[in-house]
């Protein structure tokens, strides 16, 4: 089977329904955006050391995709007050080893944590696009809360991969603002 169409040559894709639409509408902006962040999660993986964060990484990734299957039409919310709660219970196990935080943190590190950060924008990101979407669609709020804890847990991660490397975090000083 070829993987190319050519059916979007013209600068449409198709729905889950079968009806065609323009590659910019809202819908394709958010499985765009979910993807490059899919993606960018499998980037921090292959620079991450096998482990808890990695697996769970992993376990985020498809995630993910049940997230963007709900939006796209495919299944009803996949996302459960549990997984909202998991991502809450890494955030806490992390964040219990880090010293206390009392300036901003300007992106970058290590690789990892560097990727992690832009794990984290993208998160947000995919979350505005969310937000657009439900204000036109009536979906589930938990996959929302997913996706703001998510990137929640991505700085903490961020902080902790540059924390037990030893990398010092760079700051954002009063002078900078």
Not at 79 to 93: C, F, K, Q, Y
């Amino acid at each position: 089977m070829k993987i190319y169409t050519r059916t979007g040559d013209d600068g449409t894709t198709s729905l889950p329904d079968g009806r065609r639409t323009d590659k910019t509408d809202w819908r394709i902006e958010l499985y765009g955006t979910m993807d490059e962040l899919n993606s960018y999660l499998g980037l921090l993986t292959s620079v991450m050391k096998d482990g808890r964060d990695k697996d769970f990484i992993s376990e985020i990734q498809c995630l993910l995709f049940r997230i963007g299957n709900e939006f796209a039409g495919f299944s009803q919310s996949t996302v459960s007050a549990s997984d909202v709660a998991g991502l809450e219970n890494e955030i806490d196990r992390l964040q219990s080893s880090l010293p206390p935080l009392h300036s901003f943190v300007i992106p970058g590190g290590t690789p990892a944590a560097a990727t992690c950060h832009v794990c984290r924008a993208l998160c947000r990101r995919a979350e505005r696009r969310m937000l657009s979407m439900t204000e036109r669609n009536t979906n589930d709020n938990t996959s929302l809360a997913f996706m703001n804890r998510l990137s929640d847990y991505l700085f903490v991660l961020a902080r902790n991969l540059n924390f037990i490397s030893n990398t010092a975090e760079k700051t954002l000083t009063i002078s900078c603002i």
